[in-house]
């Protein structure tokens, strides 16, 4: 069973690669055909579809191992107590980053709603602008 799961998550890790690739070649392309003046409608919506896929692909195949690969490359050089003080300097800074950010992200999350989509090769539906659409969440006028 284990020898099935491992090939498992070495195809996760493939396919990861893959859409990796997919996402360097959907972005090359839909640049291109903008350059040459054609449509390239839909490019952005696979390409966040492909993020995805990766991201969520690729963490299956790097936790199979029990780790983070970026992180972990600097933390197994550490002994067992530093290691566990960097993993909480790690876990502390990622709070404090975190709680520095919400404040200043409410107003664009309350704010998204108001927006019509806007997307490459969609056309563009404006039903108010942007400062007006900031005033109504902010309840003043931009700067």
């Known amino acids: 069973m284990r020898a099935a799961l491992d090939r498992i998550y070495d195809a996760a890790g493939y396919l990861a690669a ?12 839909g640049t291109a055909l903008r350059e040459l003046g054609l449509r390239s409608g839909g490019s952005d919506d696979i390409v966040a579809w492909f993020c995805a896929a990766a991201a969520f692909l690729a963490m299956a195949h ?8 970026r992180v972990m490359l600097g933390l197994e050089r550490l002994g067992p107590v530093a290691r566990r003080r960097m993993e909480l300097l790690c876990l502390l800074v990622m709070v404090a980053f975190t709680g520095v950010s919400m404040p200043d992200s409410r107003p664009y999350v309350q704010i998204r709603p108001l927006m019509a989509p806007i997307s490459v090769g969609r056309p563009r539906s404006r039903s108010c602008s942007i400062d007006e659409r900031w005033e109504a969440v902010a309840g003043t006028r931009r700067p």
């Open 62 to 69: 790097t936790f199979r191992r029990g780790d983070f690969v």
């Open 18 to 29: 893959f859409f990796v690739f997919a996402i360097f070649a959907v972005m090359i392309g």
